[in-house]
């Protein structure tokens, strides 16, 4: 199975899960809570007013080597977007790619997720705990504040 199949399926449509695709074609479903969801809109506004020249993307789906990662928000460049608009998935990651950390994430997992997304062009990765504490990563390391949105806070609250 292929990104395309999952998208196209309607008893897929409506499901409260995000879904992600192994490299192997195995379906991924995760539940998300409503906190993850508060998460996710709070960090997608602040990226809208902070950072210019772009766009902010809930749940963007890029195609890497070990199949389809979500990105449970995003930030793309208007220069990107346009190569990426019209794809199911894209090929290339927004340059800003956040992930909101729930129980079940393991350390392992989201430094694999992370290495998937610089392999595929991301500029930083950011992870969002469930207490609002926001990390920041790029291809070098931890930072201490986001290169690219360096006012955005160090913790997301609401």
């Known amino acids: 199975m292929n990104w ?9 449509q409506d499901l409260p899960f995000k879904i992600e695709l192994t490299e192997t074609g195995q ?7 409503v906190l993850h969801a508060a998460f996710q809109g709070e960090i997608e ?12 993307l809930p ?11 979500v990105a ?7 220069e990107r977007f346009a190569r990426i608009r019209h794809e199911t998935e894209a090929p290339i990651a927004p340059e ?7 129980a079940s994430n393991t350390v392992e997992e989201m430094r694999e997720k992370a290495l998937l997304l610089f392999e595929k062009e991301a500029h930083e990765f950011w992870l969002c705990t ?28 609401f």
Not at 4 to 12: F, G, R, W
Not at 27 to 33: A, C, D, E, F, Y
């Open 45 to 56: 506004h602040l990226l809208r007013t902070l950072k210019q020249g772009g766009l902010a």
């Open 4 to 12: 395309q199949d999952i998208i196209e399926k309607p008893e897929l």
């Open 59 to 69: 749940e963007c789906a890029i195609a890497t080597r070990k199949g389809t990662k």
């Open 96 to 102: 800003i790619c956040v992930e909101i950390l729930s």
């Open 130 to 157: 469930e207490e609002g504490e926001m990390s920041f990563y790029n291809r070098t390391g931890k930072l201490a504040r986001s290169l690219l949105v360096p006012e955005f806070p160090a913790k997301v609250e």
């Open 27 to 33: 379906i991924l479903m995760t539940p998300v809570k």
């Open 72 to 78: 449970d928000v995003a930030w793309v460049s208007y």
